[in-house]
């Protein structure tokens, strides 16, 4: 049920035997995920590829800076992971429905994490948010 959406895609996702929607787009070795629950909550992750990262031993927490265009600043805090091949890290800490409503009137969402700056095109966020919004709704027990 995956559906392409401008730069990003949508679909259902079974996590642990509940089931997600998830929102995904990629940037050169970057993906960036939003995974969506029935309760309005989100999991934004990052992973991050390359041959050139410094990658942590274990996993640490960093600060994260997140904005859309020219809109307010995203204050949050990310638990970056190394699996082997790159970086993995999720974002918590005051991510919320204001970050996601900028996203849908905005073009490019710029992350800081740590020494990194990230940036993903939002050219069809919107459309995929829906489109998964929906795909819960649909699939509710």
Do not use: N
Request: glycine content about 16%; proline content about 3%.
């Amino acid at each position: 049920e995956r559906q392409q959406h401008g730069s990003w895609v949508s679909g259902l996702l079974e996590v642990g035997g509940t089931t997600c929607a998830r929102l995904a787009t990629a940037s050169g070795g970057e993906t960036l995920t939003i995974d969506l629950g029935r309760d309005g909550g989100y999991l934004m992750a990052v992973m991050e590829r390359g041959a050139g990262l410094a990658l942590p031993a274990e996993p640490v927490e960093l600060g994260a800076r997140l904005r859309v265009d020219g809109l307010r600043v995203h204050e949050g805090r990310a638990t970056v992971l190394p699996d082997g091949q790159g970086l993995y890290a999720t974002f918590h800490d005051g991510l919320g429905a204001d970050l996601i409503a900028d996203a849908m009137q905005g073009r490019v969402l710029r992350i800081r994490l740590g020494g990194s700056m990230l940036r993903f095109s939002l050219r069809g966020f919107t459309a995929a948010y829906g489109r998964a919004r929906a795909l819960l709704a649909r699939d509710a027990p």
